[in-house]
């Protein structure tokens, strides 16, 4: 309605490996309420939100994020997940419901950690989001658009791609990711074209804009 103001803010370091003091106010989203200034803490244990975007059909606020490291190339994936106000998911202490026995033991808070929505696969490094309506691109329904800016710590790169979920009665169908926006990379994988970030509808209703870090530009998809 306009009245609140949502701001992501991602953890210090990859497994609380600082301190809890150093991640204070971190790896959490905060609400703040425009007329007042006043904010709170809406939901935490997000290791690294970053895009975020609220579905239509239940206004529910969505984010994307980037999961720790140093678990292997495809744990913890990175996710997308709609956000319960007070929802704890997890980090430092699990992720996916798994106990990460490398960071200081609490059974209590592991206990109450949510699992996320829908894995997007390891390290992706998932930014962008939007939602997309349905029509928007000929062949897709209604679901959430996802710029991958793509892994660097991985032994085959993943991500470097935009990628559309699907989504039917407010929530994730379950559908594996499908690709709209590739070619960011070589065929060797030793080199990047550009690297996907933000993602927005077009003002035509018709498109989508993809903002690209390494190449400086702003890509636009639209319908065959």
Not at 22 to 42: H, M, P, V, W
Not at 180 to 195: H, P, Q
Request: charged share 20%; with cysteine; aromatic share 10%.
């Amino acid at each position: 309605d306009g009245s609140k103001l949502y701001v992501a803010v991602g953890s210090q370091g990859n497994i609380d490996e600082n301190g809890d003091e150093a991640e204070k106010g971190r790896a959490c989203i905060y609400e703040l309420d425009l007329s007042t200034g006043q904010n709170r803490i809406f939901a935490g244990g997000l290791r690294n939100p970053v895009g975020m975007a609220w579905e239509p059909t239940t206004n529910t606020l969505h984010t994307v994020v980037n999961e720790r490291d140093g678990l292997g190339d495809e744990v913890p994936p990175d996710y997308l997940t709609s956000v319960k106000e007070g929802g704890f998911y997890g980090w430092p202490i699990a992720y996916w419901g798994i106990v990460d026995d490398r960071a200081v033991p609490n059974p209590e808070l592991a206990a109450r950690s949510l699992v996320p929505d829908y894995a997007l696969g390891g390290h992706t490094a998932s930014l962008g989001l939007c939602w997309m309506p349905a029509g928007t691109l000929p062949g897709f329904g209604e679901g959430m658009v996802i710029g991958q800016h793509g892994s660097w710590n991985r032994s085959k790169l993943s991500g470097y791609k935009m990628v559309f979920v699907e989504f039917k009665n407010g929530k994730p169908t379950g559908a594996p990711p499908r690709d709209i926006l590739t070619g960011f990379l070589s065929a060797d994988e030793g080199f990047s074209y550009g690297r996907p970030v933000g993602t927005a509808i077009g003002p035509d209703g018709k498109s989508i804009l993809l903002a690209d870090d390494v190449g400086d530009v702003i890509w636009r998809v639209t319908g065959a």
